[in-house]
Structures are given as structure tokens and as C-alpha cells.
């Protein structure tokens, strides 16, 4: 139990640290790519650096604890006298309070993904210049892994090939997988006041 509880304190104390970085140091150059790259990789420290224990032995080598993911549940005596100690009720609401936020989240994340995929299936679809443009009203201008997302489509008009153009750069590197792990980082961290702060800046 308090394994996991450390384990979120760490990596919140990581995401302050890393994001004041990024605010005082980053948030104002325009080298874009650096920035949201360092945002991804700050992200990444803070979900995997509470996971790492440190030991000095004579090879220095840092490990995985094998521990982060078990912990044990308070114990306590039902008696006639006592009840439930305030302690043990305090734990378990964390814990029905951490996994609700979580599994919400992380719903969320999962209906999105499928309905994504549902709409694609089911709309309408153009070739551009070797990239699949998907049409539906529901869609605003963005990208879905290779897919060029749009609510209309009209060949050759010049405002929509720059949105196009726009969103091919997305497409080609990847950046639906960015903010998957974002979102997943979100469902994690759903409690941290700067969460969505990173996902903004990203």
C-alpha cells in the first residue's frame, strides 16, 4: 500500500520539478520538436524513474524494484469494541478514490480510441498524394495514426491543402502514439494539478 502510494508521490514530485524546467527554461524558444520532446520525456521520467532503486554494490547498477507493484492492505481487527480503525477507512478511501479517478480516465481514453476507429470505418475516404483523408462531420481537422481526419473535403482548395499539409507532418511522426501515452500517463497521474498542463503544452 505505501509502495504504490510513494511511487505516485515520487513521480508527482518529478512531474513539478520537470515542468518548471520546462517553464523556465523552454516554454518561450520556438525549437518545437526539442520541446515536446523534452515534455514526452519528462512524462516518461516520472513514470518510470519511482520505479528504479538505487543500490551502491560493486557493480552500481541500478535495478527494478520488484515490489513497486504489490503492496499490502492494512490490517485491522473487527472487534465489538473498536471497529474499523480511522486509519484503515482513511487508506481504503484513498484507494477506492485513486482506482475510481483511474479507471475513469482510463475508460475514457479506451471509448475514445474505439470510437476513432468505429467512425473511421464507417466514413468516407480519399486518396492525396499517397496519405487516406477520412470524411465525417464529427471529425475536426487532425490525425489518427496514418489517417488525415477532416469534416469536409474539397480537392484542390488551396486552404484545406495547407490544413492537410499540416496535419501529413503529424501523421508521419507518429504523434497519435504521443498522445496515447499522454492520455496514459493522465489516467495514472489523473490526481496531479499539472497534468494537464503538460498535455496542453504538448
Given at each position: 500500500?505505501?509502495?504504490?502510494?510513494?511511487?505516485?508521490?515520487?513521480?508527482?514530485?518529478?512531474?513539478?520539478?520537470?515542468?518548471?524546467?520546462?517553464?523556465?527554461?523552454?516554454?518561450?524558444?520556438?525549437?518545437?520538436?526539442?520541446?515536446?520532446?523534452?515534455?514526452?520525456?519528462?512524462?516518461?521520467?516520472?513514470?518510470?524513474?519511482?520505479?528504479?532503486?538505487?543500490?551502491?554494490?560493486?557493480?552500481?547498477?541500478?535495478?527494478?524494484?520488484?515490489?513497486?507493484?504489490?503492496?499490502?492492505?492494512?490490517?485491522?481487527?473487527?472487534?465489538?469494541?473498536?471497529?474499523i480503525s480511522a486509519k484503515?477507512?482513511?487508506?481504503?478511501?484513498?484507494?477506492?478514490?485513486?482506482?475510481?479517478?483511474?479507471?475513469?480516465?482510463?475508460?475514457?481514453?479506451?471509448?475514445?480510441?474505439?470510437?476513432?476507429?468505429?467512425?473511421?470505418?464507417?466514413?468516407?475516404?480519399?486518396?492525396?498524394?499517397?496519405?487516406?483523408?477520412?470524411?465525417?462531420?464529427?471529425?475536426?481537422?487532425?490525425?489518427?495514426?496514418?489517417?488525415?481526419?477532416?469534416?469536409?473535403?474539397?480537392?484542390?482548395?488551396?486552404?484545406?491543402?495547407?490544413?492537410?499539409?499540416?496535419?501529413?507532418?503529424?501523421?508521419?511522426?507518429?504523434?497519435?502514439?504521443?498522445?496515447?501515452?499522454?492520455?496514459?500517463?493522465?489516467?495514472?497521474?489523473?490526481?496531479?494539478?499539472?497534468?494537464?498542463?503538460?498535455?496542453?503544452?504538448?
Amino acid at each position: 500500500m505505501t509502495t504504490l502510494f510513494n511511487y505516485l508521490l515520487e513521480g508527482s514530485i518529478i512531474l513539478l520539478l520537470l515542468y518548471a524546467f520546462y517553464i523556465v527554461f523552454l516554454s518561450k524558444l520556438t525549437f518545437f520538436g526539442w520541446n515536446r520532446a523534452s515534455l514526452l520525456g519528462s512524462l516518461g521520467s516520472a513514470l518510470v524513474i519511482p520505479l528504479l532503486s538505487f543500490e551502491l554494490n560493486q557493480s552500481s547498477v541500478s535495478r527494478l524494484n520488484p515490489e513497486v507493484f504489490s503492496y499490502d492492505l492494512p490490517e485491522f481487527a473487527l472487534t465489538p469494541e473498536e471497529g474499523i480503525s480511522a486509519k484503515s477507512l482513511l487508506l481504503y478511501a484513498a484507494i477506492f478514490l485513486y482506482g475510481a479517478g483511474f479507471l475513469w480516465t482510463a475508460a475514457r481514453l479506451a471509448t475514445g480510441i474505439n470510437k476513432t476507429f468505429s467512425l473511421i470505418r464507417s466514413s468516407e475516404k480519399f486518396s492525396h498524394t499517397g496519405l487516406t483523408i477520412v470524411v465525417n462531420p464529427k471529425f475536426p481537422p487532425s490525425s489518427f495514426f496514418s489517417y488525415i481526419l477532416l469534416p469536409a473535403y474539397q480537392a484542390g482548395n488551396k486552404a484545406q491543402e495547407l490544413i492537410i499539409l499540416h496535419e501529413s507532418e503529424h501523421a508521419s511522426k507518429l504523434h497519435t502514439l504521443d498522445l496515447i501515452f499522454v492520455q496514459v500517463s493522465k489516467a495514472i497521474f489523473w490526481f496531479h494539478p499539472l497534468i494537464k498542463a503538460f498535455e496542453s503544452s504538448i
